[in-house]
C-alpha cells in the first residue's frame, strides 16, 4: 500500500493544535516544572539502555495528546506496516524502503516483488564476513604479496557519509587496518590521501549504488592510476573491491565479479551503511562488531514498528520536532553529542535529514503549505559550549537541541568523564531555567558591582531560559547502541516525512545541479562558454581567463 496522501493542515487536530499553540507560546517551562515535580517522570522514556527525557520541552499532557491525535489522523500506524512490509513507498521512484530489512533477524519474511530479500541479506553478510576475516587475518595479499595494512573507502555522500560516521565513532574497537576516505571530486582531496599509501598493502573499496557518480568515478579513475604507477592491470582485481547495484559498470571498471558486493534498489544512499556500503566498517571494526550494530539498529526497529506511540521514542522525537518546526517556527535543530566519537553523527544526519525530508511538494503533488524538513547542525560538547552556544542561549532564534550523553566513557576516565556530563547537564538546564534579574543581582551584591555598573550589565546577564531540549541517556557508546541511536534518528526522519505529507526517499533535488555540472565542464574543457545567465557566463570567462 503506498502511504496515505492526507495534508496535516487539513486535519482537524492541526487547527486545534494551533489553538493550543496560542497559549502554549507564552507558557514557560520554568512554570511547568514549579507546578508539577512529577514532569520528567511523565515525560520520559527508558527503553533498554536509552533513558530519553523530554519533559525540558514546552508541552504540557495536552499538548502530547494533540500530536499524538495528529500521527493518527495521518495515519501513521498503517504508514509504519507499509514501511517494514516493504510497500512501494517511495512512490517517485517505484521502490520499497528496506534499510531495517538488511538488520533483520534471518527468519524474517520481507517480501520485494512476491520475494523474500532475507536470503540474498544474508548471503552479502555472509560475503562481507568472509571478506573482512580474510583481509584482517592477512590471508588476503596483495599483489606483492602483502597482507594489507590500509583500507580506502571510495564514495561519497551515502556512500561515504555513513561509513565515515560509524568508524570513527567505533574507534576504540579499531583494528589495525588504517581507514580512509575519499569523497570530495576536489583533486586535492584524492591526493591528500594518496601520499599516505602504499600500493601494495592498500585496499581499495569503491561505494557506488549506481556507479555512474563523477565524483567516485573520478576518484576511483585517478587512484587506479596511481596504483598502476607501481603495479600491473591484473594486480587490479586484487587490491579493487567495489559495492553497487551497478554489476556491469564496475565490472567495465575492471573489477573481478567475485569482488563485488551487490546493494540493491530499495536501500536508499542514505540509509545504506547498514548493507556492503558498510564494508569499510567491518574491516576495522570486525565483522563481529558491524553485525552488533545492525542488532542494535534492529531492537530500535522492533520499539518503532510495535511500541505504543506514548512510549515509541522515534515517534515523540519527531513529534516534538514538528511541534517547534511548524507552530513555534522553528527553523533548525541542534545536535550535540557528548562524546567525541561522535563527531560526525550531525554532518551524517544533515544528509538523512535534510536530503530524505527537503522537499517542498506534497505527496498530492501540490505545493505544501506549511513548513518541511528542519536544518540540522551540531558539533560534540564540550567544544560547542564554547562556539556557538551562545546563540542558542541568548539569540533570538529557537533552537530545539538533543543532547546525547553516556553515562560511562570508554576508557574509563572518572575525572574526565565527570567533568564531561557535569556539562552535560549543567546546559540543558542553564537552558531550561536561564537566569533570573533577581539571581544576576544576588551576584553583583556577593562581587560587591557598584550600583551602576550593575544596572548597565543586568540585562546582559539574564538569561530568559525556556529553551527546550530532548536528553538522551546511554549507558556506553557500542556497536549496538550506536545502531539503535542512527536508526531512532532514520525513524524520526520517515514520521517527519509521513506527517508532512512528502515522499521523504527520493533526492531529486540535487539532480539539476549535477546535470549543469556536466554541460559546464564540457565548456571549461572546450573553452567555449555558451548561453547562461550573465553572472554565471561572466564567473566562467573569468575563470577560464
Ligand atoms: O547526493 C545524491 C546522492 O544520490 C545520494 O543520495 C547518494 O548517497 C550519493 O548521491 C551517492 O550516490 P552513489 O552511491 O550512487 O554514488
Not at 567533568?419 to 536561564?434: D, I, P, R, V
Amino acid at each position: 500500500m503506498a502511504l496515505p496522501k492526507i495534508n496535516p493542515s487539513q486535519t482537524a487536530v492541526w487547527q486545534k493544535l494551533q489553538t493550543h499553540f496560542e497559549t502554549m507560546q507564552a507558557t514557560s517551562m520554568q512554570d511547568l516544572f514549579a507546578s508539577d515535580e512529577t514532569r520528567a517522570e511523565k515525560f520520559h522514556i527508558q527503553w533498554n539502555d536509552f533513558l530519553v527525557d523530554y519533559s525540558k520541552n514546552i508541552i504540557r499532557q495536552e499538548t502530547l495528546d494533540l500530536l499524538l491525535n495528529l500521527a493518527k489522523e495521518v495515519q501513521l500506524k498503517e504508514a509504519i506496516s507499509s514501511y517494514f512490509q516493504g510497500d512501494l513507498i517511495n512512490q517517485t521512484e517505484n521502490r520499497a524502503v528496506l534499510h531495517t530489512a538488511l538488520r533483520a533477524k534471518a527468519s524474517a519474511n520481507i517480501l520485494v516483488d512476491g520475494i523474500n530479500v532475507m536470503p540474498e541479506v544474508y548471503s552479502v553478510k555472509n560475503k562481507i564476513q568472509n571478506f573482512s576475516n580474510e583481509v584482517i587475518s592477512g590471508n588476503r595479499k596483495g599483489f606483492t604479496g602483502k597482507a594489507f595494512t590500509d583500507v580506502v573507502n571510495i564514495g561519497i555522500g551515502g556512500s561515504d557519509l555513513g561509513p565515515a560516521m560509524i568508524v570513527e565513532a567505533l574507534q576504540f574497537y579499531k583494528n589495525h587496518l588504517n581507514v580512509h576516505f575519499v569523497s570530495n571530486v576536489d583533486g586535492d582531496h584524492v591526493n591528500e590521501v594518496i601520499k599516505k599509501l602504499n600500493p601494495e598493502t592498500t585496499l581499495f573499496v569503491i561505494v557506488s549504488k549506481t556507479f555512474t557518480t563523477q565524483e567516485t568515478l573520478s576518484n576511483a579513475e585517478t587512484i587506479r592510476s596511481w596504483f598502476l604507477q607501481s603495479a600491473s592491470q591484473v594486480d587490479v582485481a586484487k587490491h579493487f573491491v567495489a559495492v553497487s547495484t551497478n554489476i556491469q559498470k564496475v565490472t567495465e571498471f575492471g573489477i573481478n565479479p567475485d569482488n563485488v558486493f551487490p546493494m540493491w534498489d530499495w536501500v536508499g544512499g542514505r540509509f545504506s551503511l547498514w548493507s556492503a556500503v558498510g564494508l569499510s566498517i567491518s574491516l576495522v571494526v570486525g565483522f563481529d562488531n558491524f553485525d552488533k550494530l545492525l542488532k542494535g539498529a534492529n531492537e530500535m526497529d522492533e520499539h518503532f514498528k510495535t511500541e505504543s506511540f506514548d512510549k515509541n521514542i522515534p515517534v515523540i522525537l519527531a513529534l516534538l520536532s514538528i511541534w517547534y518546526n511548524n507552530f513555534f517556527g522553528a527553523e533548525s535543530e541542534a545536535l550535540i553529542p557528548y562524546t567525541q566519537y561522535l563527531q560526525r553523527l550531525a554532518p551524517y544526519l544533515q544528509q538523512g535529514i535534510m536530503e530524505s525530508n527537503g522537499k517542498s511538494i506534497g505527496r498530492d503533488g501540490k505545493p505544501v503549505n506549511y513548513q518541511t524538513g528542519t536544518i540540522i547542525w551540531g558539533e560534540p560538547g564540550t567544544n560547542s559550549q564554547h562556539a556557538f552556544f551562545q546563540l542558542i542561549h541568548q539569540g533570538t532564534k529557537l533552537i530545539p537541541t538533543d543532547f546525547i550523553g553516556f553515562k560511562q566513557s570508554l576508557y574509563g576516565n572518572k575525572d574526565h568523564h565527570d567533568k564531561l556530563m557535569s556539562n552535560f547537564f549543567a546546559q540543558t538546564e542553564a537552558l531550561l531555567m536561564g537566569k533570573t534579574e533577581v539571581q544576576v543581582k544576588g551576584e553583583f551584591e556577593k562581587q560587591g558591582v557598584s550600583d551602576e555598573k550593575a544596572d548597565f550589565l543586568l540585562p546582559f546577564k539574564v538569561f530568559s531560559g525556556n529553551k527546550p531540549t530532548n536528553t538522551i541517556l546511554i549507558n556506553q557508546l557500542t556497536p549496538e547502541s550506536l545502531g539503535a541511536l542512527v536508526a531512532m534518528y532514520e525513524h524520526k526522519i520517515f514520521v517527519q516525512g509521513v506527517i508532512w505529507n512528502i515522499f521523504s526517499y527520493d533526492q531529486w533535488g540535487v539532480e539539476l545541479g549535477k546535470q549543469l555540472a556536466n554541460s559546464i565542464l564540457a565548456e571549461i574543457e572546450s573553452k567555449e562558454v555558451k548561453s547562461h545567465d550573465s553572472s554565471t557566463s561572466f564567473l566562467l570567462r573569468k575563470f577560464l581567463e
